[in-house]
């Protein structure tokens, strides 16, 4: 259906589905976020979304609590009819005397893709799709990639200064923003499922990557090092995280028989650029990686960029200048004024002390 065909309620409804969805951002990978909402004569009687990955799916969160016959139910992806972790959810919607199913569009998943549909159509259910189908994208983008690609969503995440560095003159790069603009980038790692940097971040920084931020208590990612050489010291603080914070290593092919410094320690196809970022990013994917935060340093961004291999940014810009030819700039590689990397979708906010500045690439 079109989206005008829709009546401003149904508008209302899915707009509901979506914001329960989210709910989940960061723990339900690689699965989708999921919410439902289930109506009758114009009145919300229940509501549920996805809140984990391998728990109730939304659309049974939602319908298991009620026992009302002639629902609509407005859901944020088509439901699943295959049993995973959980029964399929065309059982529960067919089972509970739903008569109408609003979702944004069919889900891509070859284990779903249309089938939900035509069981709900087969048992009589009316099944109309095309509502918010692009706010229902953007929200599920990390799946939606990574299910029909294979390969996880790609952010960057950087703090920088007006001129694009990342660092001072020095390679100083603690610290280029402010606390403020710092706490809302660390807590961007809750939304992702891995977190990646190059050897030279991890030698000049020693970092920990994890997360500490309020409201990620409990959230743990995969953390990724980009070392062709395989030469990083195991005496790095990421070595000593225990095994709830796992590591994975990518090094060249002609290291595979220097020795192997964590479980997942890959070695790859490189060239004078560094390691292949398609190559990298196919073997998280299928490892069952949907999304993940680039944090650095300079040439890493730069290699995602000038490859475009990665999908969105998101820049916390401070107010201020660095200046220096020998800072880390965000973006040495270039590419011609004929050719930019352009940001679409953008959004700005202003905080006190600069800008985050986030749009798809
Ligand atoms: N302000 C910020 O938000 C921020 C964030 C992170 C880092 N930093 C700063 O940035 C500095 C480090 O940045 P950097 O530019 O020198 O290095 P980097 O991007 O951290 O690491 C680059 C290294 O990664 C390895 N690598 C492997 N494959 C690659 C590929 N395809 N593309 C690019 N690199 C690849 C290469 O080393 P091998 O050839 O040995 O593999 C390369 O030299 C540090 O001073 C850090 O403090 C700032």
Not at 34 to 52: F, I
Not at 89 to 109: H, L, M, Q, W
């Amino acid at each position: 259906m079109n989206e005008n065909e829709f009546s401003s309620k149904d508008v209302l409804f899915m707009h509901l589905a979506l914001e329960l969805g989210d709910r989940g951002l960061g723990l339900t990978e690689p699965n989708p976020m999921v919410g439902a909402v289930v109506v009758k004569d114009g009145k919300v009687l229940s509501t549920g979304y996805h809140r984990k990955f391998g728990e109730v799916h939304a659309e049974r969160s939602a319908l298991e609590k009620i026992n009302v016959k002639g629902t609509t139910l407005y859901v944020s992806l088509e439901p699943c009819s295959h049993t995973g972790h959980t029964p399929p959810c065309t059982d529960i919607i067919i089972e509970k005397g739903v008569s109408r199913v609003v979702i944004p569009f069919a889900d891509p998943n070859t284990r779903v893709n249309g089938k939900g549909i035509k069981i709900l159509e087969k048992e009589g259910i009316k099944v109309e799709t095309g509502l918010l189908k692009e706010e229902a994208f953007f929200c599920n983008r990390h799946y939606l990639k990574y299910i029909s690609t294979g390969r996880p969503w790609v952010t960057i995440n950087a703090g920088v200064t007006i001129d694009g560095k990342l660092s001072d003159k020095n390679r100083n790069s603690q610290w280029v923003t402010g606390e403020s603009l710092r706490s809302v980038s660390h807590s961007l790692r809750g939304e992702f499922s891995a977190i990646m940097v190059g050897l030279a971040t991890v030698k000049d920084d020693d970092p920990m990557l994890t997360i500490r931020e309020d409201g990620w208590e409990g959230k743990k990612f995969v953390r990724v090092i980009l070392d062709s050489g395989n030469r990083l010291s195991t005496k790095m603080k990421i070595f000593n995280m225990g095994e709830e914070w796992p590591l994975y290593i990518f090094s060249g092919k002609e290291q595979k028989n220097s020795g192997k410094k964590c479980e997942n320690h890959f070695f790859i196809n490189s060239s004078l650029g560094g390691l292949d970022l398609n190559d990298v990013l196919c073997i998280l994917g299928e490892k069952g990686i949907a999304s993940i935060l680039v944090e650095g340093g300079g040439a890493l961004i730069s290699s995602f960029l000038e490859s475009r291999l990665c999908d969105e940014i998101a820049l916390f810009t401070a107010d201020k200048f660095l200046g220096g030819n020998n800072s880390v700039e965000i973006f040495s590689e270039g590419v011609p004024i004929t050719d930019p990397v352009k940001l679409t979708n953008r959004s700005i906010i202003e905080l006190d002390e600069g800008y985050i500045i986030r749009g798809m690439i």
